[in-house]
Every structure is written in C-alpha cells, then in structure tokens.
C-alpha cells in the first residue's frame, strides 16, 4: 500500500491554499511527453499533495491539446495516489445552477482525437469503466462539501465533448434528451488515464452556466464563465482544505478497488510484451508488469 499523496487537477487559483506549506514548483517528466505545467509539490495539515494546473498557468493549452497521459503518468510517478478533479462544466437542468457543484459518477466521452489509453499495440489491456470514478473519494467530497455549506448535487453523468468551441444548440438539446447532467472538455479521457494507472478519481463539476439550451439565459460567453469561476475558486479552496485531513488519513488500499483495476486488465502474452513499451509503463502498471 501506498502512502496517501492527493493530487489536484484544476485551475490556479485552487493552489492559493491557506495552510499549505513546504511549497515547491518541479518539473514533472514523463516518456509520453510533456505535462501542462511543472507540480507545486506540499503538505497540508500534515498530508502531501501534488497540484496540476491542467491548463498550464495562465490557461495556455486548450483542452482538445491537453497530453493527458503525461500528466496522469508524471503524477503517478510524483507519488500521487489520488486525483481530484476540479473542472468548470455547464449544466443541462435548472436546479444545477452556476456555483453548483456536481460530484459526477458516470461520463459519456464523445472526444474524438485525443490518446485515451496508455496501452496498445505491444502490450494490450482492457480495463473496467463500468464505474468510472471512486466512491470513497465521492463520498469524501460530499461530506466535505456540505460540511462547509456549499451548494453540491452528488450523482450525474458528465458529457465529455471534444471543443474547444462551444456546444450548438441541437447538440446542447441531444446531451440533455441523453439525460446528462453537466457538459465539460476535460474529464475524458483523464478519468480513464486515471483508472488505467491505478489512482483513485473522483471528478468535482463546477457549474458556471447554462450551455446553451436555457430559454431565460444567453449562450455561454467566456466573460460570464470568468465570472463564476473566481467564485467558485474559493469555494473549490474551501472543500479541498476540507476534504484533504480525511483522505489521507487512509490505511489500507482503496474499498473500491481503484489501486488493484490493472489485476485482471492485461491481455497480451508475458513473450509477447514489447519491451519498449513496457519501460514507458513502468510507472502506470509496474504492479503488475
């Protein structure tokens, strides 16, 4: 068992923590490329975390160019055991306002030219997304969140689509006919990236709009998601300092099974592994390799 190291993935403001300390930037390094950005590496009340700007500082890279295998596999490498995903999404029912905070359970991945796997020709495996994300750490964040009286909707599905522009209105109206809850850019396929590397996942979706579906509300504008964005920061800030004491406090391997999901993942033949391929994975699957 790993000790419990929480990583963050999510906008900048988030890393402005009050309490976190022994503060360093380092470079993350990974054999699929580069991350979006260096870690800011510390403790927090006694726990150490890893955070991500999954943007890049200053929001650089959109999410259709994130090289999301460089950053799940440099996290895993920098230790981290579990991922909490803080990402802004618009929201496909009324009572999911902005400043809503959805902890999603389900996603639909409609992206189409992103690299969704760490496997492939070489050494394949085929890994369980029937429950996509972590309940513990769901659980966790629900608590947290209503303990600091925060506005929070547990359960949803998540349509990750590719962007970076927009949905129109027929795809914002098909999403909804779907029955999703909240649309999004950036959750897929870092959740299955997630999964495949044995790290806990668990994704907070925090609403600032409406897409573009709402009768009463205007298409979504950057200018309007700026705006709800600084406000959900601080809240984002709130839960996390919240949530963080609890989840490393953890003494065995994951309940739900997140640390052991490549034990019956793997296809190919032990000699007919690449070996090439198997030194890029030594990190995401060296458990089991």
């Known amino acids: 068992m790993a000790k419990p190291v929480i990583g963050v993935i999510g906008g900048s403001g988030v890393y ?13 390094k990974s054999p699929f490329g580069e991350p979006s950005d260096a870690f800011l590496f510390g403790q927090l009340g006694g726990v150490d975390m890893v955070f991500l700007p999954r943007h890049g500082r200053g929001h650089k890279i959109p999410p259709n160019e994130v090289n999301y295998r460089a950053n799940i596999d440099a996290l895993k490498r920098a230790g981290v055991t579990e991922i909490i995903s803080l990402s802004a999404c618009g929201s496909f029912e009324e009572k999911l306002s902005p400043g809503t905070f959805v902890i999603v359970d389900q996603f639909i991945d409609r992206t189409i030219g992103r690299k969704k796997s760490f496997f492939g020709t070489g050494l394949v495996a085929h890994i369980s997304m ?14 947290a969140a209503r303990a600091q009286g925060l506005a929070v909707h547990r359960g949803g599905t998540y349509l990750a689509m590719e962007g970076p522009q927009f949905s129109s209105l027929a795809e914002s109206e098909l999403y909804r006919a779907w029955g999703c809850q909240v649309v999004g850019m950036t959750n897929m ?8 590397a044995e790290m806990c996942y668990a994704t907070v979706a925090m609403v600032t709009d409406y897409d573009c579906w709402h009768p009463e509300h205007d298409a979504v504008e950057v200018s309007t998601i700026i705006h709800v964005l600084m406000k959900n920061a601080d809240n984002a800030r709130r839960l996390v300092k919240t949530v963080v004491p609890e989840l490393g406090a953890r003494t065995s391997t994951c309940p739900a099974g997140c640390h052991q999901a490549l034990d019956n993942a793997l296809i190919t033949a032990p000699d007919a592994r690449d070996p090439d391929v198997l030194k890029k994975l030594d990190a995401v699957a060296g458990r089991v390799l």
Do not use: M, Q
């Not at 029937?130 to 608590?143: F, K, M, Q």
């Open 130 to 143: 029937a429950h996509p994300v972590c309940s513990r750490l769901g659980d966790s964040l629900e608590t």
């Open 16 to 28: 402005e923590l009050e309490g976190l300390i022994n503060t360093r930037w380092e470079k993350g």
């Open 189 to 196: 396929p870092e959740a299955k990236l997630a999964r495949e």
